[in-house]
């Protein structure tokens, strides 16, 4: 699939395909998949963002027109205002990626070189936005010129998520298995924030292996896993049967707000979500069924 403003995918099958909804380039605003059937899967969801790659290429540029036009690069605290040579295209909430701007002849990368969100767009200036950086710098950045210019580029995103009602029968696996099997997968950014996923909504879906063959984990990826995110800001996983073998089968790491809901397996049993750390422990959230339970109780 490419990226763009948005996307629906509703009412399809596909069969014996690694993977099946694929994006490894661009920013999606969003997209929605709800009523689909995968059969004998690797991958349903596959969001592969590389965090040393996955954002424009070639990067654009900060304005470098000499003195005495304005510095195209200031800041005001820890707001930062970015001139761009050509009209940027960004939004507010997009992420971008900044680099070689230089502080007194010293590159500024712990100020207003590194990766943001974009905070404001100005309406009346199609080349200006702002972004909010980590500290203040001293002074505003350099001057740019043709031989060191401030660069610019949009990270690879998906933005707003919706995947309801659809089944995920992944393929079976054994020691031999190339690759372990998911349901869905993400991997983006990870020295977070800004988070490459953003609100997501995992609802009403199964996932299993097909014809529900016994299966056990592959020596290389180790067990099938229903999810496995990551760089998410926000995400509900609520009502979804999931039967794998992997004993957390709702897996994030460099997340934050993730909540799972009344998840279960076939048989009945609840599912909770998990932050996968290294090393690996077999530490699980509460699951918010049992969090509105427990508050209706104290009620009493």
Known sequence: MASGAG????????????????IDTGATRSAVLRYNYYSNIGYGI??????????ETPPRIADDAPAPAPLPLTH???LATFRAKAPHGLFVGEAVKIANARISGQLADTTYNGNFLVETVDPSDAKVFSYRMNMAPSLDADR???AQPIQFAARWQTHRWA???N?????ATDINSAAAPRGMSTYGYEGVPPYMFRHLVFRE?????LDSVPSTPSAVEGATVGLRIDSVDGALIQENIIDVEDPNPIQYLHSQNVKSFNNATAAGVLIRGHLSTSPETNQKD???????????????
Request: proline share 5%; hydrophobic share 35%.
């Open 163 to 165: 995947i309801e009602n």
């Open 76 to 78: 005001v605290g820890t």
């Open 286 to 300: 509460d699951d918010w069924a049992t969090v509105i339970e427990d508050a209706m109780v104290l009620s009493l």
């Open 144 to 146: 740019p010129t043709g």
């Open 167 to 171: 089944i995920f029968d992944v393929y």
């Open 46 to 55: 596959n969001q592969n963002f590389p965090p040393d790659t996955a954002f």
């Open 205 to 209: 879906n199964i996932v299993r292996h």
């Open 7 to 22: 996307c629906v995918t509703e009412g399809n099958s596909t069969y014996d395909s690694v993977n099946n909804f694929y």
